[in-house]
C-alpha cells in the first residue's frame, strides 16, 4: 500500500541523490530543455506554409503585393489570391507592377476580373513597407529595385532571391498560382461558387469566385492546359478551385479579340523562319506590340518537325527574343541565356520549355556616336549553336 510516508522517504532520497551527483541534476534539465525545444520545432515543421503564410500577413496592417514586369495571367492570379487572403484577414492590399499590361489576354484578365492594379516606375511608387513577390523572387523593373528586402517571397521559377521572413519557392510546381491556392486549401477556405455569397458558407475564410477563376486560368496558362510542365499538386489545385469556378468569365478571358498586328507578326515569322534541323529561328523586324513576339513563338512551334523555335523582334531599339522548346535536349531558358550573356546590355533565362531575353541599345552618353548595331544574322546562328547545345 503506497503511504504518504513512503512518499516522504522518496523524496528524501532524491533530494539526497541530488546533492551527491548535481551533475546528474544538470543533465536532466539539459534533457528536457532539448526535448522540449525539439517538440516546438517538430511543432513548426507541421505546420503547412498555407498557415504560416496567413500567420504572417495577419501580423500587418498593409502589404503590397508586387508582380514582375509585363505581367501574365500566373502572376495576376497569384498577386490577386494573395489580396484576398490578406483582405479577408482585414489587412490592406495593394496589387502593383512595372512595365505594361499588353497581351491581349492579359487585358482581358484585368478587365473581366475588374482587378485593381497599379503601375509603379520607381520604389517610391511602392503603397507599403511590407512587400510580397508574387511569381518572381528578386524585385526588379523599376528604379531602386535592388534595394527592396521582400517580407515574402511566393515563386515557382528558379532563383537565389528570398523574403525576409517567408519564402516558398517551388520549381517543380508549374504555376505559382497552384502554391496561392494551397494557401487558400490549407486555410480550409471554402471555395464559393458563383451562384452563390461569401455570408452563405459556414468557413472563415472562403476561397471568392473571383480568385478561383483567376487562379485555375493561371494554372492553366502556365502549364499549357496541364500538359507542359505540369506536377501532381497543379491538377491537385485545378481540382479545388474549380467548384468556385465562374465559367462564362473563364471562357471571356481565354477568348478575347485578337490584336491585327499579332496576326501579321505570326505571318512574318512562319514566312520568314530559318530552319537548321528540327530549330528554327525567325526576327521579325520591327514591332509595335513586343507580347506579339511571345505568340508568334507559340505559334511557330506548333510547325511540324519544330522542337525548339526562337523570335527575335525590335522595338525602340532594344531586341527581344522570346524562345519555345519541346526538346529534351534543349533547355530553353538556358540557352537564351548563354546567348545573350556574352553580349552587352544582354540579359536572359527561363525554364527548360519557355526562355526570353532582351539585348538593350548601348548609348553613347556624349551623344557624338550612334547606338550600336546589333548583328542579327549572328545573333541567330548564335541561338542555333545554343539549341544545339554547342556553348
Known amino acids: 500500500m503506497w503511504s504518504l510516508s513512503a512518499a516522504d522517504d522518496r523524496l528524501s532520497q532524491a533530494e539526497a541523490m541530488a546533492r551527491e551527483n548535481p551533475e546528474l541534476v544538470v543533465a536532466a534539465a539539459v534533457v528536457a530543455l532539448?526535448?522540449?525545444?525539439?517538440?516546438?520545432?517538430?511543432?513548426?515543421?507541421?505546420?503547412?506554409?498555407?498557415?504560416?503564410?496567413?500567420?504572417l500577413l495577419a501580423e500587418h496592417d498593409e502589404i503590397v503585393v508586387l508582380m514582375h514586369p509585363n505581367p501574365d495571367p500566373d502572376a495576376m492570379s497569384a498577386a490577386l489570391g494573395v489580396a484576398s487572403l490578406a483582405e479577408q484577414l482585414d489587412v490592406d492590399a495593394a496589387v502593383q507592377y512595372p512595365g505594361q499590361i499588353r497581351h491581349q489576354e492579359n487585358r482581358a484578365f484585368r478587365t473581366v476580373l475588374d482587378l485593381d492594379l497599379e503601375p509603379i516606375e520607381h520604389v517610391s511608387d511602392l503603397a507599403a513597407e511590407s512587400v510580397v513577390l508574387v511569381d518572381h523572387n528578386e524585385p526588379r523593373g523599376f528604379a531602386g529595385a535592388n534595394g527592396v528586402l521582400p517580407l515574402a517571397v511566393v515563386d515557382?521559377?528558379?532563383?537565389?532571391?528570398?523574403?525576409?521572413?517567408?519564402?516558398?519557392?517551388?520549381?517543380?510546381?508549374g504555376a505559382t498560382a497552384s502554391v496561392v491556392a494551397e494557401y487558400f486549401q490549407q486555410n480550409d477556405a471554402t471555395p464559393v461558387p458563383p451562384d452563390k455569397h461569401a455570408s452563405e458558407t459556414d468557413s472563415d475564410l472562403t476561397l471568392p469566385t473571383d480568385t478561383a477563376t483567376g487562379l485555375l486560368y493561371g494554372i492553366l496558362t502556365d502549364t499549357k492546359h496541364l500538359t507542359v510542365g505540369a506536377s501532381e499538386p497543379d491538377f491537385a489545385a485545378a481540382a479545388y478551385v474549380y467548384p468556385g469556378v465562374d465559367q462564362d468569365r473563364l471562357d471571356r478571358i481565354a477568348n478575347p479579340a485578337v490584336d491585327a498586328e499579332v496576326l501579321e507578326v505570326k505571318a512574318r515569322a512562319i514566312a520568314g523562319r530559318r530552319i537548321e534541323g528540327s530549330f528554327a529561328v525567325a526576327d521579325i523586324g520591327g514591332?509595335?506590340?513586343?507580347?506579339?513576339?511571345?505568340?508568334?513563338?507559340?505559334?511557330?512551334?506548333?510547325?511540324?518537325?519544330?522542337?525548339?523555335?526562337?523570335?527575335?523582334?525590335?522595338?525602340?531599339?532594344?531586341?527581344?527574343?522570346?524562345?519555345?522548346?519541346?526538346?529534351d535536349r534543349?533547355?530553353?531558358?538556358n540557352a537564351i541565356d548563354?546567348?545573350?550573356?556574352?553580349?552587352?546590355?544582354?540579359?536572359?533565362?527561363?525554364?527548360?520549355?519557355?526562355?526570353?531575353?532582351?539585348?538593350?541599345?548601348?548609348?553613347?552618353?556624349?551623344?557624338?556616336?550612334?547606338?550600336?548595331?546589333?548583328?542579327?544574322?549572328?545573333?541567330?546562328?548564335?541561338?542555333?549553336?545554343?539549341?544545339?547545345?554547342?556553348?
Do not use: C, K, W
Open 156 to 173: 515557382h521559377h528558379p532563383g537565389d532571391g528570398a523574403g525576409e521572413a517567408f519564402t516558398d519557392v517551388r520549381t517543380d510546381y
Open 287 to 327: 514591332v509595335n506590340n513586343v507580347d506579339a513576339i511571345p505568340q508568334a513563338a507559340d505559334e511557330l512551334i506548333q510547325l511540324e518537325g519544330v522542337s525548339a523555335v526562337v523570335v527575335i523582334g525590335e522595338r525602340d531599339g532594344t531586341v527581344h527574343l522570346s524562345g519555345r522548346s519541346r526538346d
Open 34 to 55: 532539448v526535448a522540449l525545444v525539439g517538440a516546438y520545432v517538430l511543432f513548426r515543421a507541421r505546420r503547412t506554409p498555407g498557415v504560416r503564410f496567413r500567420r
Open 338 to 391: 548563354s546567348v545573350l550573356s556574352d553580349r552587352d546590355n544582354g540579359s536572359g533565362g527561363g525554364h527548360s520549355r519557355m526562355g526570353g531575353g532582351t539585348i538593350a541599345p548601348t548609348i553613347d552618353p556624349t551623344g557624338d556616336e550612334e547606338p550600336e548595331t546589333i548583328d542579327r544574322d549572328a545573333l541567330a546562328d548564335d541561338l542555333f549553336r545554343a539549341m544545339a547545345g554547342d556553348v
Open 330 to 333: 534543349v533547355h530553353m531558358g
